[in-house]
């Protein structure tokens, strides 16, 4: 299984051009098997057209089992988006094993996107992904999803199968998605034909790219937040400004060469206890949504700060012990009348009031009820409590998910800018006693 990369002989790896010159015969999509010329002379060729795939390695495998040496060829690397996932399945639904008669040898090459990224700059130097608009074989919304997470978490994407004939509205589509989270202004290339006769490179910006000629051929690179374009090369950071004055300057203050940064996986929540120190009036969803982290990081760094001297002026946060979320919910009950918080993705803030007792379990859900409003949670999600206190002003109950989002939340109910005693003395219990909560 041969990748053979953009097609011309100079950009084929040595080990892929004897494998093809070894081979007695050759199998592929017949455009991509006449990138090959002088090297077919003599050989068998097997030629298939567009979506005859498994016809391909059908016919690949047949050859190999009356005892010939076969290239299954692909452009670019055969085993992204190419014909070696494929391969390998036809293999194992006939029975074919690794230890059998028939060898396989898988040989890379260059993909697409490295060497279209090659042609416009350095656009690749830092987190990229890689996603395919092509819906023949997977489900729009999974590639939409991907297309979310993927400009969600500022990565460099690389679009394979952008547009065909047929499929016109992908792009726009997938246009649209990054737009939620990317400027309109950010670089964009997109590359045809990369290295070969018909090579075509347009450089335009987001909010412009869909009205741009775009084809199957094509290979469309959307840069993230730091992607600039300087003197028609498209240029995404490795990330040494964050470390180095000018780049090429002196060490910045703060950091040490050679190690994490002061903004990495250990010194990030003193970070963000700074942030809240110098931001006072900000609520805890203001800061969770600063640093587009979950609110369970967000305590977790005020309560890891507490307890390493680090405090955060008049803002305590504490973990519940594992396990004991559901007891927190049956002391809550007894704290009266309450405020409970449920925010929407989209952004919708809802606030109730209500009295603790009209809380009821039934299975996974935890229901509140009255004759106004009924609130029904998914409590199967929630895997962590936290008691929070904000100076003379909060007393509040987080339940957060796997991931550190917040399910819900509670918060005692101020009357007059004061909270009601025996609420307030029932949170200190649960406060000074987090494992036990009861």
Known sequence: MVGFGPGAEEHMTLRARRAIEEAQVVVGYSPYIKLLGGLLEGKEIIGKAMSQEIDRCLAAYEQARKGKLVALISSGDIGIYGMAGLAFEVLLQSGWTPDRDIQVETIPGSTALS????????PLSHDFCSISLSDLLTPWPVIARRLEAAARGDFVVALYNPKSGRRTQHILQARNILLRYRKPETPVAIVKSAYRKQQDIQIVTLDKMAESE??????????NSSTYLWQGLMLTPRGYDNKYADVIGGIKQGEKPGRSLSMGLDGWKGYVRQYIRDNAYHSLRDVARYFDAPMGEILSAIEEGAAAGDEVSNLRAVAVALGRETTLVETIKEWGRVRVIVSSEAGAVTELLIDGLQFTRRGDWLNIENEN?????????????????????LRSAYFTDLAGETVFNLSLVRKDGRFDADAEQRFIQCWQDPARVQ
Do not use: K, Y
């Open 115 to 122: 060497t279209c990224a090659a042609l416009v700059g350095a």
């Open 214 to 223: 775009i084809g199957m051929l094509s290979t469309v690179l959307i840069g």
């Open 373 to 393: 409003f009924h609130l029904h949670v998914d409590w199967s999600r929630v895997r962590q409590g936290w008691l929070v206190r904000r100076g003379d002003s």
